[in-house]
């Protein structure tokens, strides 16, 4: 559905945004990219944004210090965002959306089946900053906003490297350096560049890996002592399940952390013969068809055996495909 920004908050005298739990670059970006557009075509509407703190390699993004991540008690809204989520993955920003006037999801999760009033839900684009680009009316964008959306842009792309790249996203981006922020700077500082801490727990899970399905799995996991060891933060673990999908033969890495007793939360990258939005949603998660994730119930191994099931299912189903297929041409 085609939605007009402007126009749907164009008598709004308070307007929030939110974005999902441990929130990531895309959302971030979005989050941070709505609230400057907002602020600067409503300068008299309250505009307020809230999430989970944000790691501080954000922090550059203009709006950053607006973040109000103690959720407090707030009248209702006339118009509220979700980002990058539906509104069940809010977390304490729930209780804003049941009271709001007005409620809109912009989103690309596969998972997401529309969970406001009005939904754009796009799972063919790469990023919600993408989405959101498309909804914003390009002579109102700045310099500061082109560099959130851009942010958002390159994370959840891999730095426009993952399939979910089309012509159409570089295009995007190419207008967006236009606007001559320090990309080359952002990369580095925001994706690429790790803490000495988050190096040096990349560097153990990976070499604590375990391979399964003949190889074409890979499980790593961060028990909640070992976290309390490094003083890391959920935040410290991003791309560690990015690198271990890196690995030579490797279909589907699932990479998980301790968040309770028995309980783990869990993120899987695969390639085009796992779909593993399918395996996260079948455990009440969601996602996209090559990154997922979940939280799961269980000791370790419980927990692998379980997404193991359902990976190997998969697996067998795309080779019984291209066996098919591969006969087929004969
Ligand atoms: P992660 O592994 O946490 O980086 O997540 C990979 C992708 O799956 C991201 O797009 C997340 O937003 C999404 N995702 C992770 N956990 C969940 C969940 N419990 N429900 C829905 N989507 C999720
Ligand atoms: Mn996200
Ligand atoms: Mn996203």
Redesign the pocket.
Known sequence: MSLNILEECRDAGRIGISG?V?P?G??VGACLGLWQYLSKCFPQAEVKIFLEQPADIYKEIKGFDEILSDFPDEAPFDVFFVL???A??LGDGEKYVQKAGKTINID??V??QGSCGINVVRPDVGSTCEVLYDLMEPERLDREMAMAIYIGMIH?TGVFQYSNTTPATLEKAARLIGYGFDFPRLIQETFYQKTYVQAQIMGRTLMESIRFLEGACIVSAIDKKTMEFYHAEPKDL?GI?NQLRNIEGIECAI?MYQTGVLEY?????SGEKVN??EV??YF?????AR?????LSGTFHDCVNNLSLHIEKQLKKWKSEHDKRDNSDF
Request: aromatic share 2%; glycine share 14%; with cysteine.
């Open positions: 999902h441990r990531d895309d959302c990058d989520c539906a069940d993955r690309h999760h998972s997401n959840d991003d399940v990479f939360k869990v993120s899987m990258r593993v939005a996260a949603s009440g998660g969601g996602g996209h990154a997922a994730g979940c939280t």
